[in-house]
């Protein structure tokens, strides 16, 4: 708060310092508002992080659009995972979601033959409330689904009736990213409200809805949202990049699916959202008291959780970008990118040693993406740092990915839920949320989302990512090189794990690299997950250092790992140095 006021403060004492010329009392008025909207904060509760958490388990789920052999496939795993929860929730049931209808753009039917999940989720509410009834079923949705309160929406009216409470956040309460048109909004086109179902302009972004006024149209943009997209109910919680909406039904996109102590605290998270719903909702502005009492506390030391909301995550993952060393690994799997702070924290990482695979949606327009690739691999061959970019190789659909995963020594740090990289989504401007996860690599967890992003960085099994744009050149990912030889391999990047428990771990080569020559003098950087790179000599019951020889096109090159006693070994993952002090004394 006394940073806002001091911003206030600032642009107040620009009055005294002569600089508005003849019309400074109308210059100075309107920066003043400016000003004033700058300086409200969100309300209180909206953005937090919980405590850290153990969990048994967190499942790992994914859509999937892509190419293999010249024909588009598709591997769908999200929406069964949410019917799943609705049907086996108890007590009550709970969507914060973005975009809950399936609206299309104009073309998009022809160019992506959409998929109606709205309306196949909508009915799966329907019937569980005629099979459930006493179950409690709760919406928190976006402006969007009405078009900024042009009409009702007619699948969320029918669910309505059928007893459902839907609550549309009110986004005149959240803070406005883009002053120079919200101020002016405010004052002179707000103040008027916004008629529902009295519109005479034909929608000019989605094709087939009710007719809008020129309000809505102005309320849209202000360029602000309700971004969460969470699904619970009194026992189990998903976290996920997706919504339940034609236009995005063929996007990739990913999940996470838990059971955890943590829910109530994601549950009471979702209550300061209620309150500033519209008040004219079925939901009322509020969400009833709830007992998570019975979800058992899970003994596993080896996954944490944690949950974050709005700007929280940002500085969260600033935190541990911050904190990566020389030799780790980072992954970014992203929609968009292109939040400076991030970006700066990218580049500060890769100098000190980072290691940085990103993969991008290949965005039509070019914007933001490119850009940030063009800056990062710029800086990353003027400097020779490690950092690579592909883009997906989107075709009408979207890579609609949001999820960044850190390599350290021992574990996995990996972020998940509904935040782009961008300032709108970072910054305290949309409502978003985020789930950490802190998993040691012999968990399924990690294993998961780790084969998920080698699939997808080496086109294994599918043609997922364009072009390599590396710190050096310009690669392609094709493996298959006609007419070439292979006449030499190395070692490039040692795997991030290189000690093992006697009896105990598996090999786990995430992180490691292998540079291939070929006769013609050319080069290919490849993990040594690759499927053409063949592994002989690890022996875990052996106490010791391994010889590793790894294999490429009948060249050798070898590297070593130490097994260690199994009774040295403490597999307990800390939330912090301080945590692990703490329990090193107890």
Request: hydrophobic fraction near 35%; charge should be positive; aromatic fraction near 12%.
């Amino acid at each position: 708060m006394e940073k806002f006021r001091k911003n206030c403060y600032n642009l107040i004492n620009l009055k005294n310092k002569g600089v508005f010329g003849v019309n400074k009392k109308i210059i100075f008025s309107f920066i003043f508002l400016l000003g004033v909207f700058s300086c409200t904060p969100l309300s209180k509760g909206l953005s937090m992080k919980s405590e850290v958490y153990n969990a048994d388990n967190v499942e790992f789920y994914y859509d999937l659009t892509y190419k293999k052999d010249g024909e588009t496939q598709y591997e769908r795993q999200i929406w069964e995972q949410a019917y799943d929860i609705l049907d086996k929730a108890q007590d009550f049931f709970l969507m914060d979601i973005f975009v809950f209808n399936d609206y299309v753009g104009k073309g998009v039917k022809e160019k992506l033959q959409p998929l109606p999940i709205a309306e196949e989720f909508a009915q799966k509410i329907l019937e569980k409330r005629e099979k459930d009834p006493n179950v409690e079923i709760y919406l928190i949705l976006d402006e969007s689904n009405t078009f900024y309160g042009a009409f009702d929406n007619k699948t969320h009216k029918k669910l309505e009736q059928a007893g459902v409470k839907i609550g549309y956040v009110d986004l005149t309460k959240l803070r406005d990213p883009m002053l120079i048109y919200s101020t002016p909004w405010r004052l002179f086109i707000q103040p008027f409200g916004n008629p529902k179902n009295r519109g005479k302009l034909k929608n000019p972004i989605y094709e087939g809805t009710d007719k809008i006024t020129i309000r809505s149209l102005l309320r849209a943009l202000n360029a602000k949202a309700n971004h969460r997209k969470l699904i619970m109910n009194e026992n189990t919680a998903m976290l996920t990049s997706a919504n339940p909406h034609a236009e995005g039904s063929k996007h990739s996109n990913v999940a996470f699916k838990f059971s955890s102590p943590i829910i109530k605290e994601i549950y009471e998270a979702e209550k300061p959202v209620a309150q500033i719903t519209k008040k004219d909702g079925s939901l009322k502005k509020k969400l009833p008291n709830k007992d998570f009492s019975k979800i058992p506390v899970s003994k596993n030391e080896k996954i944490k959780l944690q949950y974050f909301t709005n700007d929280v995550t940002v500085k969260d993952i600033s935190q541990e970008l911050k904190n990566a060393q020389f030799g780790e690994k980072v992954i970014i799997a992203q929609f968009f990118l292109s939040d400076r702070g991030i970006i700066n924290d990218i580049r500060k990482a890769a100098r000190r040693g980072v290691k940085f695979e990103i993969i991008l949606n290949n965005s039509t327009a070019g914007f933001p993406n490119k850009a940030a690739a063009g800056e990062l691999m710029k800086y990353a061959r003027k400097h020779n740092y490690d950092i690579n970019v592909k883009f997906y190789n989107k075709g009408e659909e979207m890579y609609h990915v949001k999820m960044l995963s850190i390599l350290k020594k021992d574990y996995l740090i990996t972020y998940g839920g509904s935040s782009n990289f961008t300032r709108r989504n970072m910054r305290n401007f949309n409502l978003e949320n985020e789930l950490k996860i802190i998993s040691a690599y012999d968990q399924k967890i990690s294993k998961d989302i780790l084969d998920y992003y080698d699939r997808l960085w080496t086109n294994r099994d599918g043609d997922f990512t364009l072009k390599a744009y590396t710190k050096n050149v310009e690669i392609n990912n094709d493996r298959v090189e006609k007419n070439k030889t292979i006449s030499k391999i190395e070692v490039k990047t040692l795997p991030n794990k290189r000690e093992y428990v006697q009896n105990k771990e598996d090999l786990n080569l995430y992180g490691g690299d292998v540079k291939v020559y070929y006769d013609d003098g050319s080069t290919i950087v490849v993990s040594m997950t690759d499927s053409n790179i063949h592994i002989s000599g690890f022996n875990n019951k052996a106490l010791g250092n391994n010889v590793l020889t790894l294999e490429d096109g009948n060249q050798t090159t070898n590297f070593s790992v130490l097994i260690k006693e199994d009774k040295l070994y403490d597999d307990t993952i800390y939330a912090s140095d301080d945590e692990k002090i703490k329990n090193k004394n107890s």
